[in-house]
């Protein structure tokens, strides 16, 4: 069964962090692209941040670059998104998502909400 279970969400406020995590399994987790993308309300899905299988390549949102990290830990099957200076407009639900081109497959996580607010 596959899974990516997202966690790390909560209220911060301006300025914070946090640290998402999506625990993979289900899958072969080191054959596949990951990427974080969020919803915001009333706003369509926007990718946040993605990584390919090795951890050597990485590309942001532009809204979030130099304050996003993505990471991988593919002993762990987890891949990460450290947040830091967080904003208001950074509130949104957060999805994990995995895709693998060579195998035509995709998953997406069930989210967990980040809100920033004061």
């Known amino acids: 069964q596959v899974r990516l279970v997202e966690s790390g969400g909560g209220l911060v406020q301006p300025g914070g962090s946090l640290r998402l995590t999506c625990a993979a399994s289900?899958?072969?987790?080191?054959?596949?692209?990951m990427s974080w993308y969020r919803q915001a309300p009333d706003k369509e899905r926007e990718l946040v941040a993605f990584?390919?299988?090795?951890?050597?390549?990485?590309n942001y949102n532009d809204s979030v670059k130099g304050r996003f990290t993505i990471s991988r830990d593919n002993a762990k099957n987890t891949v990460y998104l450290q947040t830091n200076s967080l904003k208001p407009e950074d509130t949104a639900v957060y999805y994990c998502?995995?895709?693998?081109?060579?195998?035509?497959?995709?998953?997406w996580g069930q989210g967990t909400q980040v809100t920033v607010s004061s």
């Open positions: 998502y995995a895709k693998s081109y060579a195998l035509r497959r995709e998953f």
């Open positions: 990584i390919n299988p090795t951890g050597t390549v990485t």
């Open positions: 289900g899958f072969t987790f080191i054959v596949y692209d």
